[in-house]
């Protein structure tokens, strides 16, 4: 059974690292079906129509229509992360890692993980063995490239949207 989470914590984890790098990295359109940003962006996109249908037409809707860009891009980093973080817990809990000193639970692992992403050290969390050591090094690796990444975008970004408000 533990297998069964593995194949999906390593499905999570590619899933969300190839619709970053294609979002990100990939200078052209892509074109497959399913997409995790699509996804995203649709969803989202559906619940702030909703919420500005709730506020007065004018300046307050408006307001909130125009801030949908760029608080969504940083919706979708969040959820990035998240996948990444919850990928690596699931990949820790299905594989049986030993972290010292706590109980074989899903959110002790989980909590690995995120402590392990956002490289804040965790000297309450101890890996042992060489599956956990494995995978914490990964995951800081991972972690680093996409922060840098995330980095990196967020001027090219800035720099399109202020094109697109000069030419509207």
Do not use: Q
Request: with cysteine.
């Amino acid at each position: 059974m533990a297998w069964i989470g593995a194949i999906i914590a390593v499905g999570m984890i590619g899933i969300v690292l190839l619709d970053a790098f294609e979002v990100m990295i990939l200078p052209r359109r892509v074109r497959h079906g399913w997409r995790l940003a699509r996804l995203f962006y649709r969803n989202s996109w559906i619940l702030c129509v909703k919420a500005a249908r709730l506020l007065p037409a004018g300046r307050w809707r408006n307001g909130l229509l125009s801030a949908f860009g760029p608080l969504s891009l940083l919706g979708l980093l969040v959820v990035w992360a998240l996948g990444l973080i919850v990928g690596f817990g699931l990949l820790h809990w299905s594989l049986g890692t030993v972290i010292a000193g706590t109980d074989d639970s899903f959110l002790t692992d989980l909590s690995f993980s995120s402590t392990t992403f956002f490289t804040l050290g965790h000297s309450d969390l101890i890996s042992m063995g060489s599956a956990a050591r494995t995978l914490r090094v990964l995951e800081v690796g991972l972690s680093f490239g996409f922060v840098a990444v995330t980095i990196i975008y967020l001027p090219v970004l800035y720099r399109a949207f202020s094109r697109r408000e000069v030419t509207i």
